[in-house]
Nanobody
Framework: QVQLVESGGELVQAGGSLRLSCTSSGRAFSLYAVGWFRQAPGKEREFVAAISWRGATPVYADSVKGRFTISRHNAKNTVYLQMNDLKPEDTAVYYC?????????????????WGQGTQVTVSS
């Protein structure tokens, strides 16, 4: 069982930066692919970024490519989402999710474990 806790969300002005963290209590976190998803009010949860358990080439949604960077620090059981040049449309609850031995899927149903989310609000 993997428990995930997101942190780092807050209110920021457009053009600003935030770094979200996804920390796991599981001992084998390095064996999990991790994805970040987000859900804005009234919208479906959408894919943002993912990294495989091997830490191979990350994948990104087109809307965040070039602005967001996903990385992992396995010794700290943590995956980060660095978000730069934030825009009001990035406002959402951000969730991390884990998939054992995953390749870093863009699909929600590929992930077995989910965190509770952290709120990111970008003001214009």
């Amino acid at each position: 069982q993997v428990q995930l806790v997101e942190s780092g969300g807050e209110l920021v002005q457009a053009g600003g930066s935030l770094r979200l963290s996804c920390t796991s209590s599981g001992r084998a976190f390095s064996l999990y692919a991790v994805g970040w998803f987000r859900q804005a009010p009234g919208k479906e949860r959408e894919f943002v970024a993912a990294i495989s358990w091997r830490g191979a080439t990350p994948v990104y949604a087109d809307s965040v490519k070039g602005r967001f960077t996903i990385s992992r620090h396995n010794a700290k059981n943590t995956v980060y989402l660095q978000m730069n040049d934030l825009k009001p449309e990035d406002t959402a609850v951000y969730y991390c999710a884990a998939d054992p031995y995953g390749s870093g899927s863009k699909l929600r149903h590929d992930y077995n474990f989910w965190g509770q989310g952290t709120q990111v609000t970008v003001s214009s």
